[in-house]
């Protein structure tokens, strides 16, 4: 059984895969390289990444990960904050971008929320990336569509 923060990714032994989750994160991952305006079904497999009223185009489909525990997964925003025990903690967050999928590994970055009260987006882009076996992953909950700067 996996519990947070305690799977390693091992690309040899995929067999097991989660093809549900892995189909998911894979249809995010495409959208998100070829961001589109128009807005579709609201489901985390849309073909298009939305956009609205405050949002002409968006890059990102923000995720939350849920590990067979149940939980979200938490992890640091920064490269030096190592310890975070839920999103509460400071430095830490449970929003996550789909940066790549390779096989059973999947490698996300760590969104911020925004604490610039006057921006119409609620994340900002970290230099905080892991990958995880999606193996690992029991739960992906699907945020709004938004842009994130300086991906």
Do not use: H
């Amino acid at each position: 059984m996996c519990n947070n923060n305690e799977c390693s990714c091992n690309t040899n032994n995929c067999n097991n895969c989660n093809s549900c989750i892995a189909e998911i994160l894979q249809v995010i991952n495409v959208l998100q390289s070829n961001a589109c305006p128009e807005n579709c079904l609201n489901s985390c497999d849309r073909p298009a990444l939305g956009g609205g009223v405050n949002c002409i185009v968006c890059n990102t489909r923000p995720i939350m990960i849920y590990g067979c525990n149940g939980e979200a997964w938490t992890m640091p925003t920064t490269r030096t904050n190592t310890v975070c025990t839920d999103a509460t903690t400071t430095g830490c967050s449970n929003v996550f971008r789909v940066e790549k999928v390779d096989g059973c590994c999947c490698t996300f970055r760590v969104l911020a929320p925004n604490t610039d009260t006057t921006s119409l987006y609620p994340y900002v882009s970290t230099d905080s990336i892991f990958t995880l076996n999606i193996n690992c992953i029991c739960g992906v909950r699907c945020l709004n569509d938004t842009f994130v700067e300086c991906l």
